[in-house]
Each structure stands twice: as C-alpha cells, then as structure tokens.
C-alpha cells in the first residue's frame, strides 16, 4: 500500500515549478503502479503549449477556470470544476487559466512520468525521461 499526503510532498523534488505550471508529483513510475498521478496547479493568467508525444493523459479540473485549444482541430473547450478531458491521441493543445484565478487540475499519465519531466521546445516531456 502506498499513502502519501500533499504536504509531504510540496517543496520536495517531486513538486516541479516552473513558469507557467506546477506539478506535485503523488505517484511516479518508481511506485510501480503503471500510471503516474500529479496534482497541477495552472498558474492565473498563462498560456502553455503542450504536445505529450510519447503519453497519454487524463485531467480532471477541482478548481478554477480556463480552456483547452485542440490546435489541429482548431476548437476550444471551457474548463471548469467538474470537467475531465483525455489527450488519447497525443493531441497538440494550448492550455490557459484565467487571469482571476489558478486552476488545479488532477493528472493521470500513461506511461508514468519519472518525476523531474518539463516541457521541452515541442510541448513534450522528452523520450529519455521515459526509461
């Protein structure tokens, strides 16, 4: 059994910050578990550029709000909490929060993230990450 709490986890090396996000990585591949799961905070006002080539990822909103832009499809798509979306096909996007708040969103990742992944130029956690 594993059990770990937020504030345990904060400030340590599994809670990666960087400009426009925050990532508190609970469960990480080393956990064994086949996914790994992360508590995101969307920092207000940003804009990332996403493109997880070499995963898929469900995300889960409990607070605060945003979009999604799919870029190939050119749609865009509130976020609010309660709302779930599955990238199942690598699917490039762009995600903002609203400038008057943070969204925290609940992230499951596929294959599982080994903890200290960033986004590189492309939007994507890199390939060496994944061993």
């Known amino acids: ?28 591949k080393k956990d064994g578990m086949g996914f790994s799961l ?3 905070i969307i920092k207000a ?3 990332t ?18 979009e999604i832009e799919f870029l190939k499809e050119n ?3 509130k976020i609010y909490p309660g709302t779930m979306y599955a990238l199942n096909g690598n699917e490039k996007h762009l995600l903002r929060a609203d400038k008057k708040s943070d969204m925290r ?8 993230c080994t903890g200290r992944e960033i986004h590189d130029e492309d939007g ?6 994944l061993d």
């Open 38 to 40: 992360h508590d995101t």
């Open 75 to 77: 749609t865009t798509y």
């Open 1 to 28: 059994m594993i059990i770990k709490q937020l504030n345990e986890i904060i400030g340590t090396q599994d809670d990666v910050d960087t400009l426009t996000w925050n990532s508190r990585r609970l469960l990480l």
């Open 124 to 129: 994507a956690y890199t390939v060496n990450h």
């Open 49 to 66: 550029m996403i493109w997880y080539k070499h995963h898929v990822e469900a995300v889960y909103c409990i607070e605060g709000t945003g």
């Open 45 to 47: 006002g940003t804009e």
């Open 105 to 112: 969103m609940i992230c499951v990742f596929n294959p599982p």
